[in-house]
T-cell receptor, first 111, second 113 residues
Framework: GENVEQHPSTLSVQEGDSAVIKCTYS??????FPWYKQELGKRPQLIID?????GEKKDQRIAVTLNKTAKHFSLHITETQPEDSAVYFC??????????FGKGTRLSVIA | EAQVTQNPRYLITVTGKKLTVTCSQNMNHEYMSWYRQDPGLGLRQIYYSMNVEVTDKGDVPEGYKVSRKEKRNFPLILESPSPNQTSLYFCASSRGPGRAEAFFGQGTRLTVV
């Protein structure tokens, strides 16, 4: 089955700097790659996703890139703000099985 | 309002006492899943269901049971809870393949003493 590796596990950045979180996946048939944000004490919520026929997608300060050949995808957050502090999970979907998640990255934005 | 509802939100129980965590969704989703979240281990899938009466084991199914008798409900059953099942549990639902955003419940924090 699918296996998703996520790095780093923790990340601290100064407010206004950029943050990058990287994930790799194992199943070349995976075709959907979402990112979830989990604020402290809350449920994970989808922030952006990308499908395998697209190389990059952007939504305001958030962007995701996908390299199918290398089987990795990344989340980029620019101009970070304190409210970006959270745990971020990447995930991959292959076939009919539900999402497989990475272990998460705890992002701290220091004001 | 579209939502996934879990109950209870918090539960403290003793080893061996059977318990059920309920999960209900009002979005007519086919897929439902249970995850447990532990520090450093992320979200690990316990069981999932692709439709009524169809359930499959995830990565960590030992000690858990599920049922899917109707589309909206997907309860998680711990027949004989043990302390290593102390965790934060999330139920999630999504539409079929290709429309895969997962909507999570509020979470259930379970402590087994």
């Amino acid at each position: 089955g699918e296996n998703v590796e996520q790095h780093p596990s923790t990340l601290s950045v100064q407010e206004g700097d950029s943050a990058v979180i990287k994930c790799t996946y194992s199943d070349s048939a995976s075709n959907y790659f979402p990112w979830y944000k989990q604020e402290l004490g809350k449920r994970p919520q989808l922030i952006i996703d990308i499908r395998s026929n697209v190389g990059e997608k952007k939504d305001q300060r958030i962007a995701v890139t996908l390299n199918k050949t290398a089987k990795h995808f990344s989340l980029h957050i620019t101009e970070t703000q304190p409210e970006d502090s959270a745990v971020y999970f990447c995930a991959a979907l292959s076939g009919n099985t539900p999402l497989v998640f990475g272990k998460g990255t705890r992002l701290s934005v220091i004001a | 309002e579209a939502q996934v509802t879990q109950n209870p939100r918090y539960l403290i129980t003793v080893t061996g006492k059977k318990l059920t965590v309920t999960c209900s969704q009002n979005m007519n989703h086919e897929y439902m899943s249970w995850y447990r979240q532990d520090p450093g281990l992320g979200l690990r899938q316990i069981y999932y269901s692709m439709n009524v009466e169809v359930t499959d084991k995830g990565d960590v199914p030992e000690g858990y049971k599920v049922s899917r008798k109707e589309k909206r409900n997907f309860p998680l059953i711990l027949e004989s809870p043990s302390p290593n099942q102390t965790s934060l549990y999330f139920c999630a639902s999504s539409r079929g393949p290709g429309r895969a955003e997962a909507f999570f419940g509020q979470g259930t924090r379970l402590t087994v003493v």
